[in-house]
């Protein structure tokens, strides 16, 4: 068990950013298969979280410019969303993506619209 103690320290001096959810999840990982049982429980998600590309499936632009708009707007904070520990799909690392939340679907709808209005009133 502290092997994987360990593993959970390393991997939380990499991964700066990671939320006290995606902290606990981890350790469960390390911890639980090792003692055969749910000894430390998976954090229960209160909040729906909405990765880049499923919010611009919403909003029918790419994920890429939700990315922009978010670096942009400062939009990758607590008050918008909180990091988290994913499978990279390029390889088989680990890598931190940030998941938003429903108070930033709206700063993006809010953002989305005054750009549309601004090109709509340039054509006119």
Partial sequence: MQIQMEIAEKTFQWATGLSDAARQTVIAGLINPIAGSEVIPLPVLEKQSYTATQIGKMFNVSANKIGRIANDNNMKTDSY????LDKSRYSTKQVESFRYNDKALK??????????EA??????
């Avoid at 090109?119 to 006119?124: D, G, I, P, R």
């Fill in 81 to 84: 969303g909180e990091y988290y």
């Fill in 119 to 124: 090109t709509t009133s340039e054509l006119v």
């Fill in 107 to 116: 700063k993006f709808n809010d953002i989305l619209i005054a750009e549309q």
